[in-house]
């Protein structure tokens, strides 16, 4: 599949959050310590990546969320900032991969790598309608 962009290798993004008690891990389950959740920190990798790219995509296209490989390396309490850091490694007729990391101010606490797919937004809604009609079915 070839998709009609240039995106460039090398291109990066970055997203911060400060950590409150609703995405930590006690959040969800009594008893676990007050940390940045693991998946809250894949998520703030994802939207960085997904914005590094965004700007070479054509008008009606994003791009989706496809692979994670990620190692949660240290834990971070509420009240620090997160940074998560996206640089684009690769890009073939598949999708994009990306070189990511976590800082939380003191140490890193993530990296790994996570692979997006550019996707037509009015075909993926297409196929999501016709997968809702037939559950419906």
């Known amino acids: 599949m070839s998709h009609p962009f240039q995106i460039p290798v090398g291109t990066t993004a970055t997203r911060s959050i400060t950590v409150t008690r609703d995405l930590t891990v006690a959040h969800f389950h009594s008893g676990m ?3 940045y959740g693991t998946p809250f920190m894949i998520y703030l990798m994802e939207t960085a990546s997904a914005e590094a790219i965004q700007p070479f995509l054509p008008p009606g296209w994003a791009s989706v969320g496809t692979r994670v490989e990620i190692n949660h390396l ?6 620090f900032t997160v940074t998560a850091k996206s640089t684009v490694v690769s890009v073939d007729n598949e ?4 070189a990511v990391t976590a800082h939380d101010g ?3 606490i993530g ?5 997006r797919a550019p996707v037509d937004l009015g075909r993926f809604e297409k196929r999501m309608q016709m997968k809702r009609d037939t559950k419906r079915s």
């Open 111 to 115: 990296e790994g790598t996570h692979r």
């Open 74 to 79: 240290a834990a971070t309490p509420v009240g």
């Open 95 to 98: 999708g994009v991969t990306f």
């Open 106 to 108: 003191l140490e890193k």
């Open 33 to 35: 310590p007050e940390v």
